[in-house]
């Protein structure tokens, strides 16, 4: 009966992968089998007997005991490597893996052709799909992309059109983004990395933007330690990113009216009230309440909605580029006015508050109804030195205009 030896041996020597056994210290090749001997029987050749007879980059002993050193340290485990076979040069990638104390196991795979598109089963095809996900292998010497078919899929283009190099990639990424891409892809490759993740945007054929995350892990490395393959996913993040200035615009902008909210507000507003303080020039804060002479009064939830936006919008067009307006309470609005003397505000209120025609909405009932506003003014440094002290002012100056049924007051 056969021993096990003999079985795990001549396991070995008929497994369909090329693979040879090689010595950890000296480099020695000390066992193969069929599959790694046809290699050079088909060149007439004998097969080597030491790395550096088999690399076609290894000349001196010192590249072997790095080469092992880096696989005894788990930083190599697959390694991209031009191999000798009689008078060709071979692109190979080969997998090491520690089989004792003294020895290696080393697997050849042929990595002259990768064909992603074809090499996509049933199963995966259908998850990158339904994942909104794209595959891509990056051969770095040659600057070589292959693109899966989902690829081709988010692009909306054609397998045979999907970029094969990082030239024809990066010429589909924003403009904006590009430097960013490229800077992280130059980082990964000086530092040997593992991962790296990127988010950009990417030109579809159809000549719209995708939003993508891009994550990308080292592959393989070469006998000398540097990056030889990138493999990676591209992911359609679009939907993630509209949500994610949504929320910024809901933090910013009053949804109603679309001026900047209280918040945001406050923030434009010391920035213009430190540049005053800086530079000595003047600084006018104003509020505007939009329901004047009660003529908001009585409308319906949506009706009032749209009254307050048309009055909004009707104030924000009629103010200059360097004026800040937000909405601050449902019935007032808040306007800055850098470098406004007194006299350049009044002026610019009563052709707010005076509108000529006069400004008016559509009711649901269709009925027109005119809108009346009124405004308060607070004066830097007078009235406050600081932006919670203006805007107190200038509710206060407003609340005298309802009471005294005037349009513009100056507290």
Known sequence: MQSKHNIFKSAFDFMPTPAFVIERVSGKIVGSNQGFRALFANQVVSPPEHWLMLSATSSEQEKWDWLSNEIDMGSID????????????????????????????????????????????TLLKFALTESSSGLWLWETEGDLVVCSESISMLLGCEPIDAPQS?????????????????????EHLKANGDYYEEEYRIRRSDGTYLWVKERGRTYS????????????????ISSQKALEEHLRNQATYDELTGLLNHGAAISHFKKQLGLAKRQYTPLIMVKINIGFDECLTGLSAQDKNAAIRASSQYVYSHIREADVLARVEPEKLLLLLPNTSIKEAQKL??????????????????????LKLCAGMAVFPEDGETIEELAESANIAVESCLQSNIKVALN
Request: net charge negative; hydrophobic share 35%; proline share 2%.
């Open 221 to 236: 490395k070469n006998s000398e330690g540097k990056i030889a393959k990138i493999i990676g996913f591209m992911e359609d």
């Open 349 to 370: 209120l009563s052709n707010l508050v005076e509108p000529d025609p006069i400004l008016t909405v559509e009711l649901t009932t269709d009925v027109t109804r005119e």
């Open 166 to 186: 990082t030239e024809e990639w990066h010429s589909l990424v924003h403009a904006n983004d590009i430097a960013q891409l490229q800077n992280t892809l130059f």
């Open 78 to 121: 697959r390694c991209q490597e031009n191999i000798q076979i009689g008078d060709l040069v071979i692109s190979t990638e080969l997998g090491f893996q520690s089989i004792d104390d003294d020895h290696y196991l080393a697997c050849v795979y042929s990595t002259d052709y990768m064909d992603l598109s074809s090499a996509e089963n």
